[in-house]
């Protein structure tokens, strides 16, 4: 089938370009009579920076879009906000979620609801004083959730990054009837899941209320090193996010509830004044949970910890016998400092058929 046409695509076909492996969609601005926008996701890390520059090379206009988190390094902010600088390409443009009415509706709940489920009264009241949004994407959406994302509940891709950039530009470019082209910074070498994702579709189901067509364009599906991809940026003046050059491999959200055991010791070692921010984090979090406690990190990452967990529960005191400095960001830092007869695991093993892992949108 022409892209050219202005045929429709059947929902979920597969179209396979070629661009050294793949091509760009067609090189017109327009198909049958519809507008066609190009939106490339950015995230500040070595992934998105090549798709970023990708699509410079393609030669038409395009839009380029960034998520604030509220949980990223300085680095990463000015990475994203000199790349039209270095590149001559478009100013990234930023969109942020806002948990306002979220955290107003639990508030509500929590005045009727908690105290007939049985939570203690003093928890009502430590709940109620900390749920205000404080303007932070990241611990609004905690303080929302009553919790931290974990590897089984990763909400924090979809509510932070795909949601904000799909209400802010996808959805109001879809109104107009126009077709927008997802440009994604995802490679099929990283994990099996992105290994059997397609370099082009049709996305339906999510906006059916609207008169345009949206797909994804995955430009580099097909590069295989990291290397290569870095290359892609250097040849439009752009160097590695310098925190690749201190030995982190993800830089999107910092840290990533998905980082490695040695990544969160190198973010200790370097960057203490992180860790700081996340362990105010989780005293506040917890304070706006019905258990009383939340951590960044999943205890089960430790298994030396996990034991002491179990043997609370085990007795019945899980709930007043918890504490921070036993379970919290601190503890899991001095875990990821030690080898402890070859119970080195990672944080979180990254094959995992996430929504980050089908976007991209961290890389």
Known sequence: MDLDSGEPLPEGEIHTYRYGDETPPPQSNMRGGRRMIHVVSVSGGKD??????????????????????????????????????????????????????????????????????????????????????????????????????????????????????????????????????????????????????????????????????????????????????????????VDPNPLYGWGLKRVGCFPCINCAKAELALVDSHFPEQIERLDEWERIVSEACKRGHATFFNLVNDPVMQAEWLELEKNGRAIDRFSLEQFGIRRMVEWAKTERGGRQYSLLARDFNTVCNQWGACE
């Open 48 to 237: 998105s920076t090549a798709t970023y520059c990708r699509a410079i090379e393609r030669g038409l206009p395009f839009r380029a879009v960034a998520a604030d988190t509220g949980n990223e390094h300085p680095a990463t902010y000015e990475a994203v906000n000199t790349l039209h600088i270095k590149t001559g390409g478009p100013k990234v443009e930023w969109v942020k979620a806002d948990f306002s009415r979220q955290i107003e509706g639990k508030r509500r709940f929590i005045e009727r609801k908690w105290e007939d489920h049985g939570v203690p009264a003093d928890l009502v009241a430590r709940a109620l004083a900390v749920l205000h949004p404080t303007g932070n994407p990241f611990l609004d959406l905690c303080l929302w959730k009553g919790r931290f994302p974990s590897r089984k509940a990763q909400f924090c891709t979809e509510e932070l990054k795909i949601n904000p950039i799909d209400l802010n530009v996808t959805r109001p470019l879809l109104a107009t009837g126009a077709t927008v082209i997802s440009w994604q910074g995802v490679r099929a070498a990283e994990s099996e899941a992105r290994k059997h994702l397609p370099p082009f579709q049709r996305i339906g189901g999510q906006h059916t209320d609207l008169p345009g067509r949206l797909y994804v364009f995955r430009p580099l599906l097909r590069v295989t090193s990291v290397e290569e991809v870095f290359e892609i940026s250097r040849r439009h003046g």
